[in-house]
């Protein structure tokens, strides 16, 4: 039931502004890949809010990659694998670990200022890594600085042009390749923008769940737009909670950084006892889906809504100038976390599945590229190692725009496309209303641990919002409606297909991992609909 296109469009009525490359988001992935284009091509970003409104603002505790000598390529490729549960890539986590390093280099350069102690970059530790190689900026506002500085590059440069507060509706294609962008302005105009290659960078999908570490615009659209138009989806199933966001009366689901674990936080039940060794060996430290689930288990043992990070034991110097941003929220709160207990569960936090890609970026529909959270490029498996994420964006941002430059030029010349869709006449009703029933959903069947019979439930209750699709949709909130529910189904059908449990993705009903069975990724596409392909991390 969802269309190829989300409205009615005849591009011969539409306005037609061309440019020669398309990049839609302005994160890390966004920003980085708009200015390694520029060097030699004209490039139009499009973001749905302001320039630096993204996940990538909202990112504490930093950037993975091997920049000390007691440390190797090897060790962080081994970590990575392990915390990918066998369904990484080894050439894709190969690429990341050997390329990472140069790409943090080219960030100095553009202007990000990474901590510095003793006259060398300050590395920290975080959650399954083996060596301190966590860069970090601020203390604890490193995805903060990285976009400022990558912002200033682009609004200052002349070959780069910036339609804040636009929306884009959908991929134009023909033939299976993609032509550019459906985009509605701000005064409602739609209007064609044709471009010669279209890269999706639009971050991830927190908001499809009631409790999310994600802004508001994190609402799965790159996703959605990609399946309309054809592309592979992978392994949408694996969606990682955060274990340790804020959960306080008044207060926002605040992301409590891994960093803090990493600098010697525990974790402590509602009755004051350390209850990681139960879980894990490595305590505090184990994965993250580990970790979510343990919390978890410990809130239901003890009947809370909640357990506490405990770093009251660190002096309070170290406290506040390593993480002056969680400090000073806190504090607002009237918590002060060099003294209090600070009260945590988990939340949605990032998207390990996304859109299919090779090894430059490249989806199945041509011209048509993805990067960073939307994108699936092989580097996280079922569950993404910490702070890998920044370091996949540039290392396969810069792939990107080397396979651009190799392309030739556009077949489609004509705009000779009109769409119509079956439309049913109703009553669209308040999307604020909708939107909070599918979260609700998403995060009590669709959640850190999930059932056959919750999911088919889950299932049953997204179905009902389907409407939406057959409704004339006017507005950028209708819109992202619509994707957000186009990914909640997806997602939910392949937590349904998938029966076993492995990195984020956890079946009560098949607990234990089954490597003969499902070493495989779960693809979706709109027209050959559910497919499986054999993981290479064999």
């Known amino acids: 039931m969802i269309p190829q296109y989300l409205v009615d469009f005849d591009l011969?009525?539409?306005?037609?502004?061309?440019?020669?490359?398309?990049?839609?988001?302005?994160?890390?992935?966004?920003?980085?890949?708009?200015?390694?284009?520029?060097?030699?091509?004209?490039?139009?970003?499009?973001?749905?809010?302001?320039?630096?409104e993204s996940n990538t603002r909202?990112?504490?505790?930093?950037?993975?990659?091997?920049m000390s000598d007691d440390d190797s390529a090897e060790s962080h490729r081994e970590d990575t694998l392990m915390a990918g549960a066998g369904l990484c890539s080894l050439e894709s986590v190969n690429i990341l670990v050997h390329e990472g390093p140069k790409g943090v280099e080219e960030l100095i350069r553009l202007g990000t200022s990474f901590d510095v102690e003793n006259g060398a970059i300050a590395l920290t530790k975080e959650g399954a890594h083996s060596h301190r190689r966590i860069l970090h900026a601020n203390g604890d506002a490193t995805g903060y600085e990285i976009v400022r500085a990558l912002s200033e590059q682009v609004t200052s440069h002349d070959?780069?042009?910036?339609?804040?507060?636009?929306?884009?509706?959908?991929?134009?294609?023909?033939?299976?390749?993609?032509?550019?962008?459906?985009v509605q302005r701000p005064d409602g105009q739609r209007v064609f923008l044709r471009g010669q290659a279209t890269i999706l960078c639009t971050g991830g999908a927190g908001q499809l769940y009631r409790y999310t570490t994600n802004p508001e615009i994190a609402t799965g659209d790159g996703v959605a737009i990609a399946y309309r138009a054809g592309a592979y989806l992978r392994d949408l199933e694996f969606i990682q909670f955060h274990p340790t966001s804020l959960c306080y009366p008044g207060?926002?689901?605040?992301?409590?950084?891994?960093?803090?674990?990493?600098?010697?936080?525990?974790?402590?039940?509602?009755?004051?006892?350390?209850?990681?060794?139960?879980?894990?060996?490595?305590?505090?430290?184990?994965?993250?889906?580990?970790?979510?689930?343990?919390?978890?288990?410990?809130?239901?043992?003890?009947?809370?809504?909640?357990?506490?990070?405990?770093?009251?034991h660190e002096s309070p110097e170290l406290i506040k100038r390593r993480f002056p941003t969680i400090y000073e929220t806190c504090l607002g709160y009237g918590l002060d976390m060099t003294t209090d207990w600070i009260p945590v569960a988990p939340a949605a936090h990032y998207m390990m599945g996304g859109v299919r890609t090779n090894h430059h970026g490249e989806t199945n529909v041509e011209r048509l590229f993805a990067c960073g959270e939307v994108s699936s490029?092989?580097?996280?498996?079922?569950?993404?190692?910490?702070?890998?994420?920044?370091?996949?964006?540039?290392?396969?941002?810069?792939?990107?725009?080397?396979?651009?430059?190799?392309?030739?030029?556009?077949?489609?010349?004509?705009?000779?496309?009109?769409?119509?869709?079956?439309?049913?006449?109703?009553?669209?009703?308040?999307?604020?209303?909708?939107?909070?029933?599918?979260?609700?959903v998403m995060v009590r069947q669709v959640g850190v641990r999930r059932t056959r019979d919750d999911l088919l439930k889950g299932f049953e209750e997204l179905q009902r919002l389907q409407p939406i699709f057959t409704t004339e949709l006017h507005t950028s909130e209708q819109m992202e409606f619509a994707n957000m529910l186009t990914c909640s189904l997806l997602l939910t059908e392949s937590a349904l297909t998938r029966e076993e449990s492995r990195g984020g993705?956890?079946?009560?009903?098949?607990?234990?991992r089954n490597d003969e069975r499902w070493?495989?990724?779960?693809?979706?596409?709109?027209?050959?609909?559910?497919?499986?392909?054999?993981?290479d991390d064999v």
């Open 505 to 512: 993705h956890y079946r009560e009903d098949f607990p234990s």
């Open 377 to 440: 490029t092989g580097v996280h498996g079922a569950n993404r190692l910490a702070s890998n994420s920044l370091s996949e964006a540039i290392v396969y941002g810069s792939r990107i725009i080397e396979r651009i430059r190799q392309l030739g030029p556009i077949r489609r010349t004509d705009l000779n496309i009109v769409y119509s869709k079956e439309r049913i006449e109703q009553e669209v009703q308040p999307i604020v209303e909708h939107r909070l029933k599918l979260q609700k």
């Open 159 to 182: 070959r780069i042009d910036v339609w804040s507060d636009h929306y884009v509706i959908d991929l134009i294609t023909e033939d299976n390749e993609c032509l550019g962008a459906l």
């Open 251 to 312: 207060a926002p689901r605040f992301l409590i950084s891994e960093a803090v674990r990493g600098e010697g936080a525990v974790l402590r039940n509602i009755k004051g006892e350390r209850f990681m060794k139960k879980y894990h060996e490595l305590l505090e430290l184990a994965p993250r889906d580990i970790v979510a689930r343990a919390i978890v288990s410990e809130m239901e043992a003890t009947q809370s809504t909640h357990v506490y990070l405990d770093i009251t």
């Open 12 to 52: 011969r009525q539409l306005p037609v502004i061309d440019t020669d490359i398309i990049v839609i988001g302005s994160g890390i992935a966004g920003l980085f890949t708009a200015i390694k284009a520029s060097e030699d091509r004209h490039v139009t970003m499009i973001t749905k809010k302001a320039l630096m």
């Open 58 to 66: 909202y990112a504490q505790g930093g950037i993975a990659a091997v």
């Open 519 to 535: 070493l495989r990724h779960i693809l979706r596409h709109r027209e050959q609909g559910m497919l499986e392909e054999i993981s």
